[in-house]
């Protein structure tokens, strides 16, 4: 059954059944003290925001029997997927393998490395491990997606100019029709997340559609 979300620039309309919810990065290295994005300086209250309004779509989502994909950023404990330009960029607190209070930064398997209890996965959901900022970089996510026959992406996760961003930009271009959920992104700098909502839906959705989790909801429930 087709649904509509009166979204930005125009309505989008989807069928769940060919849609995924896709859920960039919502793990404790980004989300919580201690962990990666901390490390770098950033406050990481900020993106602790979303987490109900992520909840309440997700729950929303599942009642409706659609399928979700997680993803998470990390690298192999032996950091042998860790180009050197990411690993020693900048001066942070703590590096990539580095540990600390949730274990080594951004390596797979650690505390850190764990999507948030509030949002965790559930049978039949999908979990991406990704190397890098994008969800379809070095990922199997392509292949699934066809398997599925998913054509469209509805996006939630952090951060919005980064991991959201170049997520969507990679799903674009390989011809999915993608809407972000405003509500449900965030970033570090708020001006970023901004920015990047108005570029996605710039020149007719040149990237894709925007819209608050409220539309989504009641295109949902119609
Ligand atoms: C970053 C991400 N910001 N998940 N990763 O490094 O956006």
């Excluded at 509509?4 to 989807?14: G, L, N, R």
């Excluded at 994909?69 to 950091?79: Q, S």
């Excluded at 292949?143 to 509805?154: F, G, K, N, S, Y």
């Amino acid at each position: 059954m087709i649904k509509t979300v009166h979204a930005q620039p125009f309505d989008y309309p989807f069928d769940i059944r060919h849609t995924a919810l896709l859920i960039i990065d919502m793990q404790r290295d980004f989300v919580e003290p201690g962990g990666f994005g901390a490390s770098l300086g950033n406050d990481v209250s900020l993106l602790q925001a979303i987490v109900p309004t992520c909840q309440r779509v997700l729950q929303a989502w599942r009642e409706m029997g659609g399928w979700v994909v997680h993803t998470r950023e990390a690298h192999k404990a032996d950091l042998s997927d860790c180009p050197p330009a990411k690993l020693n960029r900048g001066s942070p607190t703590l590096r990539i393998g580095d540990v600390g209070p949730m274990g080594r930064i951004l390596i797979r398997g650690e505390p850190g490395h764990a999507i948030i209890p509030e949002l965790a996965p559930i049978e039949g959901e999908l979990v991406i491990d990704k190397p890098g900022k994008g969800a379809f970089y070095a990922t199997p996510l392509r292949e699934a997606l066809e398997v599925r026959q998913i054509t469209h992406l509805i996006v939630m996760g952090v951060t919005t100019e980064v991991c959201v961003q170049t997520s969507m930009r990679e799903a674009n271009d390989r011809g999915y029709d993608c809407l972000l959920v405003e509500d449900g992104t965030e970033s570090y700098f708020p001006q970023f997340k901004q920015a990047t909502l108005e570029m996605i839906r710039a020149q007719g959705a040149i990237v894709g559609w925007t819209a608050p989790s409220e539309a989504l909801l009641q295109a949902l429930a119609a």
